[in-house]
């Protein structure tokens, strides 16, 4: 069994197409096929059902799949390590973080990094921070920027808080509350609101200060992207709460500052285990020290 067997089979996994799998390989399809065919007579078993229409695993490509990952993971932090051994940073880092993220300035940080380490290839990966700091614990990631409430901290991972937030009302310009100098949670929980999925570390930031407060509220629109939710509340489709550090960017909306407002923490997380040459690389750009806040 070889590793480049395992990188083909990963292709086809992820593109569903021998064709699209070799075009991604940088190999000719044939030469592909044969070996996967090669390693399937070696496993005794097929990898993949295959149709004139689309192609799948099967149960045995299904158990297959997760070791070789972690094989191929391993073999690429094995390749990094020796390289960082005689003083080259090279591999891959794959970064996610959450679209309000503002305790860092990631894309100059990455500019720094790419000058110093431009053999690193890098993925950045937005998503919610319950999700992120998860793949941050089973190593689909290696380095996450989260926002969580007050109330919760990060859990599986190393973790370091950057930064403390308020939030804000966020409401289009004609709406009544916009010219007041403040509001409050009781004032607020009247209004129609715009607001991240129910379940994510970024809606409970809301959810437990009005749950605290002993407030109801009706959130009607649920929007998965910061940017998104300011685009409805610009329409006049309700009110939202979002990071005050990160509401100047946003364009057609204004801001309004509330008396008992709920707070986030922005965390860096990442994973002590696994944690590569490449990720320790952007962690000293950002001055990250070694030792975590949390285990």
């Known amino acids: 069994m070889e590793l480049q067997q395992m990188r083909y089979v990963l292709a086809v996994a992820e593109t ?3 064709t699209r799998a070799a075009q991604r390989c940088l190999v000719v399809q044939s030469a592909l096929s044969h070996q996967i065919a090669r390693l399937e007579r070696e496993l005794g078993a097929k990898l993949f059902e295959r149709t004139s229409r689309r192609v799948r695993l099967t149960p045995a490509g299904e158990a297959f799949l997760p070791a070789a990952r972690q094989c191929l993971d391993a073999a690429d932090r094995a390749a990094a390590e020796a390289a960082a051994a005689v003083g080259e940073i090279r591999g891959r880092l794959a970064v ?6 503002t305790a860092v300035d990631l894309p100059a940080a990455l500019r720094e990094f790419r000058g110093r380490y431009p053999h690193v290839r890098v993925s950045l990966r937005v998503g919610a921070s319950d999700e992120l700091a998860h793949q941050v614990k089973e190593g689909t990631l290696d380095i996450a920027f989260l926002g969580l409430p007050t109330t919760a901290r990060p859990r599986g991972v190393a973790a370091r808080a950057l930064a403390r937030d308020r939030l804000v009302a ?3 310009p004609e709406h009544p ?3 007041e100098p403040s509001v409050d949670l009781l004032r607020l ?4 609101f715009v607001d991240l999925p129910a379940g994510t570390a970024g809606r409970a930031q809301s959810d437990v200060a009005f749950d605290a407060a002993g407030l109801d509220r009706d959130v009607a629109f649920e929007v998965s992207s910061a940017e998104y939710i300011a685009r409805l509340v610009e329409q006049d489709l309700g009110v939202a709460l979002l990071p005050s550090a990160y509401v100047p960017q946003l364009k057609g909306v ?5 008396s008992d407002a709920p707070a986030r923490v922005e965390y860096i997380v990442w994973s002590s285990a ?3 040459p490449a990720a320790s690389a952007l ?10 806040d949390t285990p």
Do not use: C, H, M, Y
Not at 254 to 258: D, K, L, M, R, S
Not at 283 to 292: A, C, H, M, W, Y
């Open 177 to 179: 509350l916009a010219r």
């Open 274 to 276: 696994t944690r590569t």
């Open 254 to 258: 204004v801001t309004v500052e509330i």
């Open 170 to 172: 966020v409401l289009a």
């Open 189 to 192: 929980s009247t209004e129609t």
């Open 283 to 292: 962690l000293g750009i950002l001055e990250i020290p070694p030792d975590p």
């Open 96 to 101: 996610g973080l959450i679209p309000s993220v």
């Open 16 to 18: 569903n197409s021998f």
